[in-house]
């Protein structure tokens, strides 16, 4: 039998805090699905609203347990 690996990575916006249609809500879950990314992959990242002042939204990133 052949083993096959995979990983997932997932980012997370919330209604209604993160936007309030379905466009925002998706930008804002890509943004923080390709931080997951960079932060190694396999990861879940939530959006988080960025500070007033602050240049670029972050995202928090989870490792998976």
């Given at each position: 039998t ?5 990983s ?5 916006a ?5 936007g ?7 930008a ?24 007033p ?6 995202a928090?990133?989870?490792?998976p347990s």
């Open positions: 052949a083993t096959v690996a995979c997932v990575s997932i980012g997370a919330s209604f209604p805090q993160d309030r249609s379905i466009d925002a809500l998706l804002r879950a890509d943004r923080a699905l390709y931080q997951a990314k960079e932060a190694g992959r396999n990861r879940v990242a939530q959006f988080q609203v960025p500070a002042g602050a240049a670029a939204p972050d928090q990133i989870q490792s």
